[in-house]
Nanobody, 122 residues
């Protein structure tokens, strides 16, 4: 069982930056692929970025060049650094953990956090 707690969301002006954190419980954090997803009002949840056990990463085209995902296995934490934020980045951001591979991260991933709100004002 893995419990995930996101933090770092808030209100920021367009062009600004935020860093989200997701702290995971358990001793096997390093064995999970970790990902960030987001859901805007009236829209489906979408993949933002993921990082595998080996540190390999995937980033959605919509945020490529602006968002960076990283992990610190010693701290059981995954981060999402968000720069050059746009109004369309406004959403609830969720952290997910999956014991399978990075490419399997998705809505069927078994562990999810409660989400943290990110609001970008234009």
């Amino acid at each position: 069982q893995v419990q995930l707690v996101e933090s770092g969301g808030g209100l920021v002006q367009a062009g600004g930056s935020l860093r989200l954190s997701c702290a995971a419980s358990g001793r096997t954090f390093s064995s999970y692929a970790m990902g960030w997803f987001r859901q805007a009002p009236g829209k489906e949840r979408e993949f933002v970025a993921g990082i595998g056990r080996s540190g390999s990463t995937l980033v959605a085209d919509s945020v490529k060049g602006r968002f960076t995902i990283s992990r610190d296995n010693a701290k059981n934490t995954v981060y999402l650094q968000m720069n050059s934020l746009k109004a369309e980045d406004t959403a609830v951001y969720y952290c997910a953990a999956d014991p399978r591979t990075l490419l399997r991260l998705g809505n069927e991933s078994p562990y999810w956090g409660q989400g943290t709100q990110v609001t970008v004002s234009s």
